[in-house]
């Protein structure tokens, strides 16, 4: 008899030392499976604030929180990579967060802070921006295809110079780093062979205005053999409307111009018949990633990217202004 219990007590050890030992604490959150997006409090790690796209995108999270309930914590990276990197341990590190979500500055050095987000059970949604990540160290990415924005670009960029003699295209670079930046360069290169398009030029403006219309002033004091412009984003390409004016061409006529987005700008330059293309990238993604993110806290295993639908818009169509008068952004 002392022998039998002494076998089970010794199993029962052997039971709990096991758990204990191997199998890690569980760090589901405690609503699952039945949380509700009452339950989600939100740690939103955005870029910053550096243009149309990103105030509709900033907007969308915001908003969407508040209709449904969600608890957002709010973080701007200032564009700033460290910035962002310590907001994301920031919120590993908030009792309260149970869900980080992520819009990338740049594509490389996110695999340890993820690590550490899922050792803490927070669940890690991807927005706007990919990464290269193991993708199991996330629930899934929320975002365009940026390749099939620049082959868009390409496709757009053919047709405008179509019959032109020469085809001397300059690129305006988003930030080096980001996947919208690599990945558009990417696509307009994939396609911009098919009609002998060359880059003769390419530098980064930083998706910004300004620094758009620096870049190009330069180039044009250089030369004014150009024949089209790929601008990465609407403002990198009024930036580039601003300084062809200030030279004395005409831009969408002497200069055509093809740029990314689709912002409130790009129409307006569109009707006013200095641009000629906006590829669309949408920024209203929050209520997809909320939802995601919502059946990741309650276990469910997501597809790994969920691709934005997305068109294009041409200052030839007829319908333009009303078209910018429903736009959101
Ligand atoms: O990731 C999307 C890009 O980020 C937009 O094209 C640009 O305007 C923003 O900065």
Redesign the pocket.
């Known amino acids: 008899m002392r022998a039998r219990i002494l076998y089970v007590v010794l199993a029962v050890c052997l039971l709990v030392g096991l758990v204990g030992c191997g199998g890690k604490k569980s760090t589901a959150p405690a609503c699952r499976p039945n949380c509700t997006y009452k339950d989600m409090v939100v740690g939103f790690l955005q ?2 604030s ?5 105030a509709a ?1 900033s907007a969308s999270f915001r908003e969407t929180a508040e209709q449904l309930g969600i608890t957002l914590k709010f973080y701007d990276s200032q564009n700033d990579l460290a910035r962002q990197v310590a907001g994301f341990h920031q919120f590993i590190q908030d009792p309260e967060v149970n869900v980080i979500i992520l ?1 990338a500055l740049e594509t490389t050095g996110w695999e340890e802070v993820l690590k550490e987000a899922q050792e803490a059970g927070k669940i890690v949604v991807l927005e ?2 990919r990464i290269d990540a193991p993708p199991e160290l996330y629930a899934t990415y929320i ?2 295809d ?1 390749a099939e ?1 620049g082959r868009k670009a390409a496709d757009e960029m053919c047709r405008l110079l179509e019959g032109s003699e020469k085809k001397n295209v300059w690129e305006l670079v ?2 080096v780093g ?3 930046a690599k990945d ?1 360069g990417q696509g307009f290169r994939e396609r911009m062979g098919q009609c002998g398009i060359q880059i003769t030029k390419s530098q980064t403006g930083n ?1 910004s205005i300004t620094e758009g219309k620096q870049v190009t002033e330069a180039w044009l004091k250089e030369t004014t053999d150009v024949q089209g412009i790929f601008a ?4 990198m390409g009024l930036g580039a409307i601003e300084a062809l004016k200030e030279a004395g061409l005409k831009p969408g006529v002497d200069v055509k111009i093809v740029s ?2 689709a ?1 409130a700008g790009a129409f307006k330059a569109m009707l006013a018949g200095e641009l000629n293309v906006t590829v669309e ?1 949408n ?1 209203l993604l929050a209520p997809q990633v909320y939802e995601a993110a919502l059946k990741a806290l309650n276990g469910e295993q997501l597809p790994k990217w969920v691709p934005s639908q997305e068109g294009v818009f041409r200052a030839d169509m007829p319908n333009l202004k009303e078209i910018a008068e429903s736009r959101k952004y």
Not at 50 to 54: I, L, S, V
């Open positions: 870029t910053g550096e243009g149309g796209w990103r995108n819009a706007d921006r975002g365009s940026f924005e988003g930030n980001s996947s919208a558009r998706w990465q984003n609407d403002e990314v987005d912002t990238c920024p």
